[in-house]
């Protein structure tokens, strides 16, 4: 049973496009995340949900719209794609009470932007 | 604010020799710390944290840690590699709705 899973694994697009990544979680957490990760592995939080309320909304551009359905479900919607977005994005979950609960990663979706 | 360096990017290390990944943190708050390994096309997996009490933490895969408060250090530790040990790891600072994460360390292990 895999705990975080995102999909699609892989994702190759066109410069101007719009496209949809998927994460699920089925830790019980209340809290999930996206993370970005350059060509140079630096990992950013883009954004964190709490019991599907947003949380963290760390300076990305609006083209990149989370979506939280219920708090076991974290979508991310990306307008417009540009070459910039090319990255590996995580998809996160832990349990939001008591800091010191680590956090969950899927595997990660590779976007390309051509 | 809280900040988290690695400075290493990259340590190369001959199978069964010790190693050591060095972390430095800043926060101006209490702090939670934690060590995530990253294996090529995946994600990332808990080693070991901190939380209080000993210093001295161990995680899995026979890594330990140890806080030092004084010198807001988090090295990792481990006294003989595997080759299956290569891969990218992250130290990371909690706070109270953040974690921050240094830029990784890339464990090369040389057979």
């Known amino acids: 049973d895999t705990a975080v899973s995102q999909t699609p694994k892989y994702l190759v697009t066109q410069m101007g496009n719009d496209k949809s990544i998927k994460c699920e979680q089925n830790?019980?957490?209340?809290?999930m995340y996206w993370y970005k990760q350059d060509s140079k592995k630096f990992l950013k939080i883009m954004f964190s949900?709490?019991?599907?309320?947003?949380?963290i909304n760390e300076t990305v551009p609006n083209r990149f719209s989370p979506k939280s359905p219920d708090k076991a479900h974290l979508n991310l919607h990306i307008n417009s794609l540009e070459l910039g977005d090319s990255a590996v994005y995580f998809c996160a979950s832990s349990q939001f009470t008591g800091v010191g609960q680590p956090q969950h990663f899927g595997d990660g979706t590779r976007l390309s932007i051509l | 604010a809280q900040s988290v360096t690695q400075l290493d990017s990259q340590v190369p290390v001959f199978e069964e020799a010790p190693v050591e990944l060095r972390c430095n943190y800043s926060s101006s708050v209490s702090v939670y710390l934690f060590w995530y390994v990253q294996y090529p096309n995946q994600g990332l997996q808990l080693l070991l944290k901190?939380?209080?009490?000993?210093?001295l933490v161990k995680g899995i895969n026979g890594f330990e840690a140890e806080f030092n408060k004084s010198q807001t250090s988090f090295h990792l530790r481990k006294p003989s590699v595997h080759i299956s040990d290569t891969a990218e790891y992250f130290c990371a600072v909690r706070g109270y709705q953040k974690v921050t994460f240094g830029t990784g360390t890339k464990l090369q292990v040389i057979p």
């Open positions: 830790l019980g957490h209340d809290t």
């Open positions: 949900y709490n019991n599907k309320e947003l949380i």
């Open positions: 901190y939380l209080s009490g000993s210093t």
